[in-house]
């Protein structure tokens, strides 16, 4: 069954560094999300993108977050100048219809020092 | 923000059936979807409704009432690995964009 890769896994950074996180959503998906889940509470929406643009975004998704669909296959999130409060599981997702279900990625467990 | 309500938690014995209930608010709603997530792992999918009614998978069942803004999960003949939590989300629409917000989620305890 196609899947969400999400690499990598575990990255570990400084505060104040940037950080880019990589997704390669389901390969006849049109549209793609990005999540965070900070330790213990709830799954928050940060962006969906569709068309090459982003079509939503939340109020957690600020000037130091930006997105790209730099080839055929790759989503990524990009973190200019990280936080602590940063620290989070970040998860990419996919679906085929922006009302259809999306199928999320093992996520990348994003650690800042 | 869109508010969604689910309880905590609940515990329920192996081989018996639960009900995990789940409200929310109905402004812009198209279409409720119910994920399970296992501690430190992803969300998975599990079933979602767009119209009213019962919607069977299985073990898994799901139920909508648009009026009421309300659904719920059913899980039957519960096994030990279903413990997990299990995540109502609810997809807004507005403004040619769409957003599907999470709950809380429920933490489901099955024991022996």
């Known amino acids: 069954e196609p899947e969400v890769t999400q690499t990598p896994s575990h990255q570990v950074t400084q505060m104040g560094q940037e950080v880019i996180l990589r997704c390669v959503p389901i390969s006849n998906h049109l549209y793609f999300y990005w999540y965070r889940q900070i330790l213990g509470q709830k799954v928050e929406f940060l962006v969906s993108f569709y068309n090459n643009e982003i079509s939503e975004k939340s109020e957690i998704f600020d000037d130091q977050f930006s997105v790209e669909r730099p080839d055929g296959s790759n989503f990524t999130l990009k973190i200019r100048s990280t936080k602590l409060e940063d620290s989070a599981m970040y998860f990419c997702?996919?679906?085929?219809?922006?009302?259809?279900?999306?199928?999320f990625g093992d996520g990348t467990r994003l650690s800042i020092l | 923000g869109q508010n969604i309500d689910q309880p905590t938690e609940m515990t329920a014995t192996e081989g018996a059936i639960v009900q995990i209930n789940c409200t929310y608010q109905?402004?812009?709603?198209?279409?409720l979807f119910w994920y399970q997530q296992h501690a430190g792992e992803a969300p998975t999918f599990l079933s979602y409704n767009v119209l009213d009614g019962l919607e069977e998978k299985g073990r898994f069942s799901s139920f909508l009432s648009r009026s009421k803004g309300y659904s719920y999960l059913l899980l039957k003949e519960l096994q030990m690995k279903d413990s997990a939590s299990y995540l109502c989300a609810v997809g807004y629409s507005g403004a040619g964009s769409y957003q599907l917000t999470f709950g809380k989620g429920t933490k489901l305890s099955v024991i022996p």
């Open positions: 109905t402004s812009g709603f198209n279409g």
């Open positions: 997702a996919s679906s085929a219809g922006d009302s259809q279900p999306q199928h």
